[in-house]
């Protein structure tokens, strides 16, 4: 299928290796954060997603870092599989409402 | 748990025709988002819908789109007269408000 995310930042790790995707996001009003992994000819798949009250969350291998303060946000993937090869999406929302996008990351997972 | 269903999943049509596309959110979700996702780029935010009302559509060209949703279930995205540059992939979510966000696989138009 065509590919999502050809003129993205791409970040390349070998397999098993530990990744980290960033993100900066624009609103200081934004209460909301989630991260998205999207394979090509698919839509957006949710990963994992944080609240502005909190400043880590972690999942199955997965963990997000919010820093209101900077207003940034990381992804963390541990002992990154070549099935984790995607693009990296990440969404701030105010209130549910207006759930917005950041550029994107393509991760790359090297055999 | 059945997801989000759009359709058709792709359509290729000329310039200054009109095209239209459908989704059928998550049951029970009361929140409806239409993207536009132009290659190599994320989402862009179009249309939300809470039930049958619309939330935001500050970024919906409205001189060629239109959307709908009736009975707060089921919603249409209309594009009459298609642009060239209305080539990407239109996607449909869905979610409880406050909530994270489930998407359809999308629609794929292509205007030539």
């Known amino acids: 299928g065509e590919s999502v995310g050809l003129h993205l930042p791409t970040l390349s790790v070998q397999e098993g290796d530990n990744s980290i995707i960033n993100c900066a996001y624009s609103?200081?009003?934004?209460?909301?954060f989630i991260w998205y992994k999207q394979e090509s000819g698919k839509g957006p798949q949710f990963i994992i997603d944080?609240?502005?009250?909190?400043d880590k969350r972690q999942g199955q291998r997965v963990t997000v870092l919010l820093n209101k303060t900077v207003k940034h946000l990381s992804l963390q993937i541990a002992a990154t599989q070549p099935g984790d090869s995607a693009v990296y999406f990440c969404?701030?929302?105010?209130?549910?409402?207006?759930?917005?996008f950041g550029g994107g990351t393509r991760l790359m997972v090297k055999p | 748990e059945a997801g989000v269903a759009q359709s058709p999943r792709y359509k290729i049509i000329e310039k200054r025709q009109s095209v239209a596309f459908w989704c059928n959110p998550i049951s029970g979700h009361a929140t409806l988002y239409w993207y536009q996702q132009i290659l190599g780029q994320g989402p862009k935010l179009l249309i939300q819908f809470q039930n049958n009302g619309v939330v935001d559509d500050s970024q919906l060209p409205k001189d060629r789109f239109s959307a709908e949703r009736l009975k707060g279930v089921d919603s249409t995205l209309k594009i009459q007269p298609a642009k060239l540059e209305d080539s990407a992939v239109y996607l449909c979510?869905?979610?409880?408000?406050?909530?994270?966000?489930?998407f359809g696989q999308g629609t794929r138009l292509t205007v030539v």
């Open positions: 609103n200081s009003a934004s209460d909301y």
């Open positions: 969404a701030e929302t105010n209130a549910g409402n207006m759930l917005t």
């Open positions: 979510a869905s979610s409880r408000q406050g909530f994270e966000a489930f």
């Open positions: 944080i609240r502005s009250n909190m």
